[in-house]
């Protein structure tokens, strides 16, 4: 199958510094990424929904201006968690749609704010 | 509105034994139809997927899922369990119209017993 790459795999912060994720589709050109976060035992929640060359679309209740989404090639999203606080520590994961439709899952980000 | 219900947030069984985990949908239309698995710490890995024909899908790892349109579900089940099952399942649906956006169940956590 497709391959979704997510980086870093875990990371700490430290209180009001920003954090940058990425998310690269390896072997396909995603035309549509998905980011989620993931509290823990919880399930996934979309955050945002982001199409290559556009502005994010973000899921109600979801502040745009701390998660910073940047899809600037069809293979390539980033996820910028600006002036992160505690609150923000979670499990981020994205996902990388074709043109099957079908979505692959990077691995996931642990992030630690301290 | 898509969602989806898993009713069981925990399911233990012992190795060997038959595994059938629930998962309910709500959509207007046919959607499309998703199990994946999670181990801990990392992303999800698709186990198998629905998207029209035959209703019985096969998946990796000896699973498979059921469509009952009738009854909007999509169990997933395997015959005999191995240890390494343990992991969250998680059931998805999507659906072009939506813009192939996934909303997640809560998730069923397996524990098996030697």
């Known amino acids: 199958g497709a391959v979704v790459s997510q980086h870093p795999s875990r990371v700490i912060c430290k209180s009001g510094t920003s954090v940058k994720i990425e998310c690269r589709s390896l072997?396909?050109?995603?035309?549509?990424m998905f980011w989620y976060r993931q509290f823990p035992k919880q399930s996934l929640m979309l955050m945002a929904t982001?199409?290559?060359?556009?502005?994010?679309?973000?899921e109600q209740g979801v502040e745009k201006d701390k998660f910073l989404i940047n899809h600037a090639s069809l293979t390539l999203s980033t996820l910028t968690v600006t002036s992160a606080h505690p609150e923000d520590s979670s499990f981020y994961i994205c996902?990388?749609?074709?043109?099957?439709?079908?979505?692959?899952f990077g691995q996931g980000t642990r992030l630690t704010v301290v | 509105a898509q969602s989806v219900t898993q009713p069981d947030i925990h399911i233990t069984v012992s190795e060997g034994a038959s595994l059938e985990l629930r998962c309910n949908y709500s959509y207007g239309a046919t959607p499309y139809l998703f199990w994946y698995v999670q181990s801990p710490g990392q992303g999800l890995q698709l186990l198998l997927k629905y998207f029209s024909g035959d209703t019985l899908v096969q998946g990796i790892k000896g699973f498979e899922a059921e469509f009952k349109r009738s009854q909007s579900s999509f169990n997933l089940r395997k015959p005999s369990v191995h240890w390494s099952d343990a992991a969250e399942y998680f059931c998805?649906?999507?659906?072009?119209?939506?813009?192939?956006?996934?909303?997640f169940g809560g998730g069923t956590r397996v524990l098996v017993k030697p």
């Open positions: 982001s199409n290559e060359g556009s502005k994010a679309t973000y």
């Open positions: 996902s990388a749609i074709g043109r099957n439709t079908e979505a692959f």
């Open positions: 998805a649906v999507g659906a072009v119209a939506a813009g192939n956006k996934l909303t």
């Open positions: 072997d396909f050109q995603a035309t549509t």
